[in-house]
């Protein structure tokens, strides 16, 4: 079963995070995946900051270029699963106000059903899927965009992992924010937990959240997570000059030495004609 993994598309219908383009590359980008004709069955992985701002966007399904950009992928015959990250819950820097209320309404628009829990669990073929809210465990004192799991959510992927394993499934997890080091306003605050209960227990983990995209293989995990992937930002730009639209491709039934970011250059994102090319 094929696997692609996008994040931070930083939508945003009132103020624009970047340059305003986030939409038309979310449309090429789209487009591109559609176009490249993928099985039936492929599992779309987008890990969180859907929008820039869960203030403007995550309030109703009606006009939400996001959620309508999900169902078109569905459509087209792919599985898709999100996650929100931090700028799904407000501006994106706690304490957030509003947070319980946007996580309702983003549960209502991608999940079908406010009450949904965290971790998500959804398994296709023979993977388990599991993902991990970062944001809702976040406390008064967790301040600026640092992210946390939290102990019960810990113990329900500890739970799942196992449960995978006795039926002999792969698993997947993922989350929004970057479990390895980074920096300290940006980073998971319970990670040494979170990475204690999935090292050596998930075939592949996949995150977002720290724009930089394509580090690929991260090693500070001493090799005991086979997979794990920062996808970047897939609309993003943060004005960095040798930024690229891209989505990584990853297939759990073949080597990791075949999994792919795939590149597609900026102007004809933008202009809808998308050329896509294999890059390391
Ligand atoms: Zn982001
Ligand atoms: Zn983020």
């Known amino acids: ?37 993928y099985p039936k069955g492929t599992v779309v992985v987008i890990t969180g900051d859907l929008t820039n701002n869960g203030m403007h966007l995550h309030n109703t399904k009606e006009k939400n270029p996001v959620y309508e950009k999900v169902q078109e992928l569905k459509n087209a015959g792919f599985e898709v699963l999100v996650i929100p990250g931090n700028h799904d819950y407000g501006n994106g820097i706690h304490p957030m106000p509003n947070k319980n209320k946007l996580g309702q309404a983003f549960k209502e628009i991608f999940y079908n059903d406010k009450n949904a829990t965290y971790p998500r669990i959804d398994t296709f073929e023979n993977t388990v899927f599991i993902g991990v809210d970062t944001v809702l465990a976040c406390g008064i004192l967790e301040t600026l965009s640092m992210g946390k799991v939290g102990k019960d959510q810990i113990n329900s992927v500890k739970n799942a992992l196992n449960n995978a394993k006795q039926s002999n499934k792969k698993t997947v997890v993922y989350l929004h924010y970057n479990p390895f080091k980074c920096k300290y306003s940006l980073k998971l605050n319970d990670r040494d937990d979170f990475i204690n209960a999935i090292n050596g227990k998930t075939d592949l983990l996949l995150f977002g959240h720290i724009h930089v995209g394509d580090t690929g293989l991260n090693a500070n995990c001493n090799n005991l997570i086979p997979r794990a992937y920062n996808a970047g930002s897939s609309t993003d730009t943060d004005n960095k000059d040798d930024w690229q639209p891209s989505y990584r491709v990853i297939d759990l039934d073949e080597s990791a030495s075949n999994d792919r970011l795939i590149n597609f250059s900026d102007i004809a994102a933008i202009a809808g004609q998308c050329v896509a090319e294999f890059a390391q």
């Open 1 to 37: 079963m094929k696997i692609i993994h996008i994040s931070d598309l930083h939508i945003d219908s009132a103020v624009h995070a970047d340059d305003g383009r986030e939409i038309d590359r979310l449309n090429a980008l789209v487009k591109e995946i559609i176009r490249a004709n």
